[in-house]
Structures are given as C-alpha cells and as structure tokens.
T-cell receptor, first 107, second 115 residues
Framework: KNEVEQSPQNLTAQEGEFITINCSYSVGISALHWLQQHPGGGIVSLFMLSSGKKKHGRLIATINIQEKHSSLHITASHPRDSAVYICAVGSGNQFYFGTGTSLTVIP | GAVVSQHPSWVICKSGTSVKIECRSLDFQATTMFWYRQFPKQSLMLMATSNEGSKATYEQGVEKDKFLINHASLTLSTLTVTSAHPEDSSFYIC???????????FGAGSRLTVL
C-alpha cells in the first residue's frame, strides 16, 4: 500500500468547472504539499499545509489531520490549469509522493 | 523557499558514458538536497538524499555506484549517472528543503536520453 493515495488519476473538465483532487495518506506528517507539474516537467509548489485551509487565487487547499486527508480545489478552471497535480507528504526526514492527477481542462 | 537552478535541462549521451547533473541552491545554504527520478506518466521517485560534507543516503534499490552524488558545498549537489544505459533515460529532478524541511523547492529537471 502506498503511503499517499491520490484520486482521481485522470480528470478532464470543461473550462469553468469546479475541480477537486483528493489525497489520503497513512503516515504521520509534518507538512503536506500540493505540487503542479506542467508538460515541460518543471514542478512548482502550490501549497504547503499543516492544518486548515489555504487559498491562492482560484486554488484552495484543505487538510483534515484527523482524517489524514487533503483536497485541492480549482474554481473556474481554465485550460492553463492543465497539468499534473501531485500530493507530497513530509514525514520526519522523508517525503512521500502520490502518483499524481493528470488534469486536462478543455476550452 | 530557496531558488534552485538545475543544469543541464536536457542531455543526450551515448551508452557507456557518464553524465553529470548539477543542482544549485542560489540563495539558501542547503545542507540537504533530494534527487528524484521520474519515468513517463509516473510520479516522482526519491532516489537519494544528498548531505553536505558527508555521504548521500540512497533509497532501497538505487545503486550508489551507478548514481554518484556529491554535495561538496552548501550550494551545490551533483548527480553523476555512470556508464549510462538506455534504461537510465529518465527525467531527473532535484529539490531543496528549507525552513526546517517543510518547504520544498524543485529544480526545473534534467531530461536524460541515453542512446
């Protein structure tokens, strides 16, 4: 069993739709990261969470420590949001990565 | 977080040659850096943790003699793929943890193709 499980693996949405990507983990964490990887390969850290909720523009990330679950929401999705979104959990000196969610937003 | 520069962004080499990839932390003294490999349509796989001034810590299944890591200064870690073979073709990425390892900044990645 993977320490970090993400769903869905693939997601196609129409422009403007509200999108949710889920992440569940089984280890004790110091922080959870949401990462975005564009087709060129570069990875950008979107959020680092240890509790509660964070918002950057159209992106919202939440974490429930008791349930060991986090969600990434994208409001009013746009084709430029098309990317792979990866959930990563920091636990002690280790990082565990989800398999990623490939998002395609269609105009 | 840190500003991380990774070089080269892509490299093509012949089978049997060695390739060195550099990861620089431009504005943060990094005692630790992480090296990952990513195969197409797969997530990141941690290969090793690079420790400044000491030996790297390799993940299970990663050959330390194949993937040489050197972290001689607080701003530079290098990954050398020795005697590269086509199966080593992959996307290699480094990251620098800062602020107590809770903030991760990634390099842009290096795409290696071994012919």
């Amino acid at each position: 069993k993977n320490e970090v499980e993400q769903s869905p693996q693939n997601l196609t949405a129409q422009e403007g739709e509200f999108i949710t990507i889920n992440c569940s983990y089984s280890v004790g964490i110091s922080a959870l990261h949401w990462l975005q990887q564009h087709p060129g390969g570069g990875i950008v850290s979107l959020f680092m969470l240890s509790s509660g909720k964070k918002k950057h523009g159209r992106l919202i990330a939440t974490i429930n420590i008791q349930e060991k679950h986090s969600s990434l929401h994208i409001t009013a999705s746009h084709p430029r949001d098309s990317a792979v979104y990866i959930c990563a959990v920091g636990s002690g000196n280790q990082f565990y990565f989800g398999t990623g969610t490939s998002l395609t937003v269609i105009p | 977080g840190a500003v991380v520069s990774q070089h080269p962004s892509w490299v093509i080499c012949k089978s049997g040659t060695s390739v060195k990839i550099e990861c620089r932390s431009l504005d943060f003294q990094a005692t630790t850096m992480f090296w990952y490999r990513q195969f197409p349509k797969q997530s990141l796989m941690l290969m090793a943790t690079s420790n400044e001034g000491s030996k790297a810590t390799y993940e299970q299944g990663v050959e330390k003699d194949k993937f040489l890591i050197n972290h001689a200064s607080l701003t530079l870690s290098t990954l050398t793929v020795t005697s590269a073979h086509p199966e080593d073709s992959s996307f290699y990425i480094c990251s620098v943890p800062s602020t107590g390892a809770n903030v991760l900044t990634f390099g842009a990645g290096s795409r290696l193709t071994v012919l």
